[in-house]
Structure formats: C-alpha cells, structure tokens
C-alpha cells in the first residue's frame, strides 16, 4: 500500500464529482459504483479546520477495510465495499490508473446506494452528548433513563440512539419512535438489529486489543436490488469513541484515540466562538492528532500503516 506523509486537502480526479464532505470526496466510476477518496482534512466542533492531518484519510480508509473484511467474514454482514486495495481498484477499473499515486490507499470503490436518512448510534457507555443530556434533563433523546448513572460509566444494555443526517451543523439524537415514523416498523427493526450486532462484534475485538469502543454511528443503504448495506466509514476514530483500557475509569472523561488534542487545544482558546474562520492549528497539535490516528491503526490492525496489506473484497468467497 503506497503512502505519504504529504497530506492532502482536497482531491481532484478525472471524474465526476458528486459529493465533497467534510472529509471524503465522492467520485461517480460508472453508473452503479463509487470512488470515496478520504483527505486528511479534519473538522472540530463541526467546523473544518485549516490544517490537514498527515494520513488522517489513510487510517480512516483503511480501517473501514480492516473492519469490513472480518465482519463479512465471521458475521456475514452485507456491505457496499468492492475494493480497497489500490491494486485490486486498478484491475477493476484500468481507467484509475494513471492517476493512482492521488488516491491509493485512501480510497474505497463502493456499490453506488440509497442511503438511509437516518444515522444508527450504538451507546455502550454514558459518554458525548448523551451524558450532557442526561446530566442536566436525566433523558436520551427526551426518553428518561435509569437514575444514578455516572459518566464513563457502561449502560446496562448498550444503547440504539439514533440521530438526523445533518448536512450542516449537529447531527440531532432522536427516539426509535421517531425513525419508525420516518422509516417504518420494519426497516427501524432491521436496522437497529445489525446495529447491534456490529457494535457487540466490534466492542468484543477492540477489547482483546486493549480499547473500549464506547460508541460508535453506523450507516447503511439500499443497492440497487432494495439490500440493505453497511455503507460509509466503519468503526474508525472518526465515527466512533475509542477509550484506552488501561486508564479507564468512571466518574470522569476519558483520553480518546481520536482528535482529542485538536479539541483540547481550540478548548483551550478564549476567543474562538467555534464558528468559522477557525484558529489556525500550530505544528505540535498537527503531529499530536496525527500520531493519535496512527496509534489506534496500529493498536487495532497490529500493524503500522506502511507494514499494512490490505484484504481483498469478498473475504468470504472459497
């Protein structure tokens, strides 16, 4: 897998453009499949930052894949992930090619899919907005919990929480009531039962490496046969709250595996009002964040990114 410590921005390839987000740029390869290209641009408190975080978009890609391959292989969970080895995105489509060396090894080639409009939280432990909420209301989403409950302090049961898809701003935490308005009784049972599955999969495995994975936001969408699919990032630093076991303890915040020293430095600041312009970051915040990400790829996969090969998709095929 080929890497750089130069980061990257923004992308721009030679094909049709159909989304740029916050972090990924979204690439139409023929009429059913995608290329999702992950910058190193990183957003805090929803607000795109200035500075890149050096193969920031590597580890979230590869990740993805990681966690992909052994969910297909042990769970057989249906997703959208075609290839993301840039060797195997070139056999499949010759065309990327000459321009590899702008996209390899932060790049998924994804089925082209209806997503639902909704984003699946699974909450293990009392953290984020849902302490703030419970904290100052004793509810989730409005819906009274369990008195007594600490922070950092693991829910009985894991919580599904779901949320709106913002496209600006917060994303907002809703009841299961609410998504069956939106979606119906059959499609909210389906998707909070492999919510479940995939949260209950991927906490078991972060922990035999010595992480909590506290919670974590799934999504899915529909191919273009009506199959429900695990779409989008996967259990990454990005969409989910890793805690280091070893210093783990209820009663207080955690030190997470994420962007955390981005958040304490513009914390930190007496005159941002966390809207844009944001602040620039100072080189040692950069490295910090970026030795961060590096660190729960390596803790999670066992490997560092330039040691790192990665699956081919099936898995699962004989």
């Known amino acids: 897998m080929s890497g750089s410590d130069s980061p990257m921005l923004r992308s721009d390839l030679p094909l049709p453009l159909v989304h740029r987000g916050k972090v990924r740029d979204v690439y139409a390869v023929g009429e059913d499949r995608l290329l999702m290209v992950a910058s190193d641009r990183v957003s805090a408190f929803d607000v795109i930052l200035p500075q890149p975080i050096p193969r920031k978009g590597e580890v979230l890609t590869q990740i993805t894949g990681w966690w992909l391959s052994r969910l297909e292989r042990d769970e057989g969970i249906a997703h959208h992930l075609l290839a993301v080895d840039p060797g195997h995105i070139v056999d499949l489509h010759p065309e990327l090619a000459e321009s590899r060396n702008s996209w390899a090894g932060r790049s998924m080639l994804v089925r082209r899919t209806a997503p639902v409009l909704v984003e699946c939280v699974v909450r293990g432990y009392m953290a984020g ?25 693991a829910l009985p ?11 600006e701003g917060h994303d907002e935490n809703i009841t299961v009531g609410r998504v069956r308005e939106l979606l119906g009784d059959e499609l909210t049972a389906e998707l909070e039962h492999l919510s479940r599955r995939v949260y209950h999969y991927g906490s078991q495995v972060a922990r ?21 699919l695990l779409i989008d990032e996967v259990m990454t630093p990005d969409s989910s709250r890793f805690w280091p076991e070893d210093s783990y303890a209820v009663g207080r915040g955690q030190p997470s595996l994420d962007k955390q020293p981005i958040r304490d430095w513009l914390d930190a600041l007496p005159d941002w009002d966390k809207s844009p312009p944001p ?12 030795e961060r990400y590096q660190d729960v790829f390596q803790r999670l996969t066992g490997e560092t990114l330039e040691d790192y090969r990665p699956p081919r998709f099936p898995v699962s095929a004989p």
């Open 129 to 153: 907005s849902a302490w703030r909420e419970y904290r100052d209301h004793g509810t989730l989403a409005g819906e009274p919990l369990d008195e007594g409950l600490r922070e950092s302090e």
């Open 157 to 167: 049961l894991p919580l599904f929480s779901p949320a709106t898809k913002a496209q």
């Open 208 to 228: 035999e490496r010595g992480i909590i994975l506290a919670d974590t936001k799934f999504e899915f969408g529909h191919d273009g046969g009506g199959r429900l």
């Open 279 to 290: 602040p620039d970051l100072p080189p040692e915040v950069v490295r910090a964040a970026a």
